[in-house]
């Protein structure tokens, strides 16, 4: 799901699907021109020395410049430059330049060059460049990007790009990012700026740095030998953990109310003027939203009633064009055409809650955790608007999550209007445990989202299996989820044809039990969006059981694994970062032949940890072994300091779930 009002300066590779990037790139190979104009900044950084990198280093980036000027009017302009050495094959990506433009950002040029190892020097520029949309699901949009691919990508060879933009913004800040995946051997920010303009410094991952100041209002930040960061699985947000440059400017004499001397009060107040006039009660809301509601007078189902309307009703559609990034089109506007993006669907939502008695405020956030920096003011890093909606105390405390407790407005229940898969009562794991801003009519207030506890993200797995004494299983299973263990897979399958969804369970149960054939499935509460997904299906798996001689060897942990290898192998430098705190429980009933009998089985096991917690236990009643099991995870965030503890659980568990139960036949027990 592609949310609006993305920051995608900093982020284009999210923005652009893959289909549309194969077809970009199948056409944005230009015919490589000679050319003897290479730009003296880009050979003086290809002559360079270089020092010996690991033979798994793909490229290296020679040099990254950004030179912000900005006019008396507010006009900035801004050169981009980056330089990269390709070292193997699979730097060849490094040659794909996206550049982006909208009204307010203008693209007034852009050239690219490559020198190969045979001192051949190669230039495309902007007419070779294939033009695209940024959103796949836009229906009016003015964000577009060029994209340019450098000829002779390969390695040993050298490849740089210049471009230039200007633009007015709305909003007069720049974020520079300058680590990446691969060695930065020189990065350089250059800020100018008039006579009576003044910045604040912001510096994210990194230790301040102070500027030379060249010349009048000319600073330049400069960093060397930059290490790169290298990709782990489940890190947290790159741009949590990359160092950035952050900049704000403006004229000396501006106003306190200026969203240029930011603060998150004064960007709430900007964002709340915003939608002045957009949130009207209009005849037509008013007639729809008491439609909705009519005859209920309990305060939540009206709610209720009015969220789902928004949710399944108004087609989510991105729409971008000049303010309309930030700026939310008209509640009346948005009902009459049946369509709107994330800030569309809480304006419309937030008119109608009014129209019976309820408040509600629009929170801003970004839909990567830990993306937003909670000292740098910026409306920048948002791309995501959902609803903070005020209700009764006594209605909430029936026990509805997520609340937001708030000292003023009460406790505040969360609400994606967007999501169309997660119903009033549930929040998208991403937003849990976030930073968001809350918008009221007198300013903003930077607030951290509540994680939803582990009750509300439930998975229950219970077994009934019978094991013959060629030590084959089969039983059928049933699955029971709430929260979004069942958004997930409700998704997965709403998406697909009923003639396709077979494989989505044969596929899930490949995951649980190697080898094991699907041979029923069956679903319910698909379209019960407020409800449980209960997933019902048989299973056969040949040889199960080892059967050596008279001896019967199997695991009762039979289905389902809920430990990582994540941590084994070389030392991790980042945090673990978990999607969402849930509660998992299993419990199998395994049949057994009646000829053997049990001499060994596992012993129960508990770990408790501050952030998680784990016990399995086995018991036999007759012939029938019983194997249940509980697992707890309690945080989301992991930070190097606890992954020893971390790896530890996983390895308990792991050991629990390889634990056999050994069978006899009886004269062999016996003899035992």
């Not at 006009?75 to 330089?83: L, N």
């Not at 290898?565 to 070389?570: F, H, Q, T, Y």
């Amino acid at each position: 799901m592609q949310k609006t009002w993305y920051s995608i300066k900093w982020n284009h590779r999210r923005l652009i699907n893959a289909s549309q990037l194969a077809l970009v790139i199948a056409l944005a190979f230009p015919d490589a021109r000679a050319f003897a104009g290479t730009p003296e900044w880009l050979k003086q950084v290809a002559q360079a020395p270089l020092p010996t990198f690991p033979q798994d280093t793909n490229a290296v980036v020679l040099l990254d410049e950004r030179l912000t000027a900005v006019s008396p009017a507010g006009e900035v302009r801004t050169t981009y430059r980056k330089a990269f050495k390709i070292l193997r094959p699979e730097g060849h990506s490094r040659g794909i330049v996206y550049v982006y433009f909208d009204s307010e950002t203008r693209l007034t040029s852009l050239k690219a060059w490559s020198i190969s190892s045979r001192n051949e020097e190669y230039e495309v520029n902007e007419r070779d460049a294939v033009e695209t949309a940024a959103y796949s699901e836009g229906l009016y949009a003015d964000t577009r990007y060029k994209v340019l691919q450098i000829p002779a990508s390969q390695p040993g060879n050298v490849i740089g790009y210049e471009y230039e933009q200007r633009q007015r913004p709305s909003v007069l800040q720049a974020v520079w990012s300058f680590q990446d995946e691969i060695p930065v051997q020189r990065a350089r920010f250059t800020l100018e700026l008039p006579p009576t303009w003044s910045y604040t410094a912001y510096w994210r991952n990194h230790a301040p740095l102070s500027p030379q100041q060249t010349s009048g209002n000319r600073w330049t930040w400069e960093l060397v030998n930059i290490e790169p960061i290298e990709p782990e699985l489940q890190m947290p947000a790159w741009r949590s953990v990359a160092g950035q440059f952050g900049l704000s400017f403006a004229p000396k004499a501006s106003t306190s109310a200026d969203i240029n001397n930011s603060t998150w009060a004064q960007i709430g107040r900007w964002y709340s003027e915003l939608t002045l006039g957009r949130r009207e009660i209009t005849p037509s809301i008013r007639d729809k939203a008491d439609a909705i509601a009519a005859g209920v007078t309990d305060p939540l189902m009206k709610v209720r009633r009015l969220a789902n309307y928004v949710q399944h009703g108004i087609r989510y559609v991105a729409i971008e064009i000049g303010i309309g990034g930030y700026q939310p089109h008209a509640a009346q506007d948005v009902l009459a055409s049946g369509y709107g993006d994330c800030k569309d669907k809480a304006t419309l939502l937030n008119a109608m809650l009014r129209e019976v008695g309820v408040d509600s405020y629009y929170l801003l956030i970004n839909d990567d955790r830990d993306f937003l920096a909670p000292d740098f003011p910026s409306p920048l890093g948002f791309n995501h608007v959902i609803l903070a909606i005020r209700l009764p105390r006594e209605v909430l405390a029936q026990g509805t999550y997520p609340i937001l407790p708030h000292e003023k407005l009460g406790p505040l229940l969360l609400f994606d209007p967007t999501d169309s898969s997660t119903p009033l009562g549930f929040l998208p794991p991403s937003l849990q445990s976030n930073y968001g801003l809350l918008v009221t009519d007198t300013g903003g207030e930077l607030v951290k989202l509540p994680l939803s506890p582990p009750s509300t993200n439930r998975l229950t797995r219970t077994a009934t299996l019978s094991l013959d004494k060629s030590g084959n299983l089969k039983g059928t299973v049933q699955e029971v989820r709430t929260g979004p263990a069942a958004v997930a897979l409700r998704e997965r399958l709403l998406n697909l044809p009923n003639n396709q969804r077979q494989k989505v369970f044969q596929n899930l149960l490949a995951d649980l039990l190697d080898g094991a054939v699907l041979t029923s499935a069956e679903v319910s509460g698909l379209v019960v969006f407020d409800g449980s997904l209960t997933l019902t299906y048989g299973l056969t798996a040949l040889a199960y059981a080892q059967h050596p001689g008279e001896i019967f060897l199997f695991r009762p942990c039979a289905l389902g694994q809920k430990s990582s290898d994540l941590l084994e192998g070389k030392p991790r430098k980042q945090p673990i970062v978990f999607s969402y705190a849930t509660l998992e429980n299993d419990a199998f009933d395994i049949s057994l032949p009646d000829e053997y009998a049990i001499v060994e089985m596992p012993q129960t096991v508990k770990y408790e940890y501050p952030f998680a917690s784990y016990k399995g236990e086995t018991h036999v009643e007759g012939h029938v072994l019983h194997y249940k099991r509980s697992y707890e995870l309690r945080d989301v965030r992991m930070p190097v300091e606890r992954l020893q503890d971390l790896k530890t659980f996983f390895r308990e568990i792991a050991d629990d779930e390889r634990a056999y139960t050994i069978l006899k036949a009886p004269a062999s027990a016996a003899a035992k």
